[in-house]
Each structure stands twice: as C-alpha cells, then as structure tokens.
C-alpha cells in the first residue's frame, strides 16, 4: 500500500476555498451565499475562519495571503 506523507494537507476546507475564489472575483457575501446555496452568515463565518487561520484581519489581507502561499490563483 502507498501512502503519501509528504503531501501538504491543505490550509483551506473546499468550501472556504470556494467562498475566496468568488471573493477574488469581486462577488458580495450576497452574491457568494445564492451561488453556493448557504445563507450569508455561514459565507461570513467561512471567511472569518480563514482568516483566524491565517492571522490576518480583513478580507483583503486575507486574499493577499491565501494568493501568496499558492491557495488561491486569479
């Protein structure tokens, strides 16, 4: 059996992941939860914990950061 311990395990879950690409994409928390079938304040608490997982305290600072470890692409 071969298993891969080297492989990363990813900062992002795939929704959170979901939530920054609209975000990169200039959608509103309005726009993000009608796309993704959730309601506003999960898209709120989604962003929010990625950016606790990051440290960083705005949105955008959170995009510059998901962009420059290579989790997020434009």
């Known amino acids: 059996m071969k298993e891969d311990y080297h492989r990363p395990k ?5 929704r959170e992941r979901e939530v920054f690409e609209l975000l990169v994409q200039d959608k509103t928390t309005r726009d993000i939860a009608k796309e993704l ?6 898209v709120r608490n989604h962003i929010s914990n990625t950016m606790q997982k990051l440290g960083v305290k705005g ?9 420059r470890l290579g989790e997020l692409k434009l």
């Open 10 to 14: 990813p900062l992002l879950t795939k």
């Open 59 to 67: 949105r955008s600072q959170a995009v510059v950061e998901l962009l």
């Open 37 to 42: 079938f959730i309601s506003e304040k999960t």
